[in-house]
């Protein structure tokens, strides 16, 4: 009987000293991933940003070639257009 009663706290020990182990190969394994997502974050909260500045640059720069008063520049200019006379003009209603 006494090799039993020393038996059971040895095996006892053993499964806590175990446990621990995991436990702590566990909490290792999530500091390393939480790290790993927040420097992915981090890089893509970047990215993002550098998008978003992009893309108010061609907001500005489609604005710009938009404006009226270069599309009828282009069109007198490049494609020789004219505006038309007033008696050129045809409204047409619709029924």
Do not use: G
């Not at 404006?67 to 520049?73: C, D, G, L, S």
């Amino acid at each position: 009987m006494q090799i039993k009663v020393r038996r059971q706290p040895v095996v006892l020990t053993i499964v806590i000293v175990s446990i621990c182990f995991f436990s702590a190969l566990a909490l290792i394994y999530t500091k390393h991933e939480s790290r790993k997502l927040f420097i992915e974050l981090e890089q893509l909260t970047s990215e993002r940003d550098e998008l978003n500045i992009e893309w108010r640059q061609l907001q500005i720069e489609q604005s710009t070639w938009a404006t009226h008063a270069r599309i009828e520049k282009v069109a007198l200019e490049e494609l020789s257009l004219a505006r038309p006379a007033s008696s050129e003009i045809f409204v047409i209603e619709r029924q």
